[in-house]
């Protein structure tokens, strides 16, 4: 587990017998097994990662290093605002179109709990070395493709058309409204639009907290 995650965590794990090696992880918060990353967050800092990009850049170097990736979001008293909850419900089904698991608990009692019957489960009783594979350098069309999966509404297959239809970022951007709606449909292209001339305004972190 890595040495940033809540020493409680550590103590329960170790209460029921796992085996903990606690040590700075940069790719992930826990690792099970050889190919198993997992990611915990509480609910808020969940969606305050939808918001500024990090949920998806934290799954793409878990992917770079293992097979199976699980998101444990950990919350007492699930509660989502209405205005957040399209980003939430959003994020849940790319990370599912992306083979990631997503698993909700209520406690760090609950998260010890699933990493022991996980580990028990893949590992049994002898614990296997876990290699961290060195994360790959995403290429440039790769991170023009993530930024654009990254916008409300334009998904996958959304994102492929734009690409193939302007051949850049700048020119997506660039497009006019008309343009925009043959390839992607009215909808998502006045989203699109919207999105990318709405100016800048500092939001208060209490909004996306509540």
């Not at 097994?33 to 967050?41: F, S």
Request: one cysteine or more.
């Amino acid at each position: 587990m890595d040495d940033r995650e809540p020493e409680i965590i550590k103590r329960l794990l170790r209460k029921q017998g796992a085996l903990v090696d606690r040590k700075r992880i940069e790719i992930a918060d826990y690792l099970v097994g050889e190919n198993i990353c997992i990611e915990r967050k509480v609910l808020n800092d969940f969606i305050r990662s939808i918001y500024d990009g990090r949920l998806f850049d934290q799954i793409d170097q878990m992917k770079n290093s293992c097979n199976i990736i699980i998101v444990l979001i950990e919350e007492p008293h699930f509660y989502i605002r209405a205005n957040s909850k399209p980003h939430y419900l959003g994020a849940l089904s790319s990370l599912v179109l992306r083979g990631v698991s997503v698993v909700h608990v209520a406690s760090p009692d609950d998260t010890a709990r699933f990493l022991f019957y996980l580990a028990k489960k893949v590992e049994g009783e002898k614990p296997s070395i876990i290699p961290v594979r060195k994360r790959r350098r995403p290429k440039s069309w790769e991170e023009a493709f993530a930024v654009l999966t990254s916008f409300p509404s334009i998904g996958p297959k959304s994102t492929e058309r734009l690409l193939k239809e302007f051949g850049t970022l700048k020119e997506v951007f660039n497009a006019d409204f008309v343009s925009l709606k043959k390839v992607i449909g009215e909808a998502k292209a006045e989203k699109l639009r919207e999105v990318i001339n709405t100016p800048f305004k500092q939001v208060r972190e209490t909004k996306l907290e509540d």
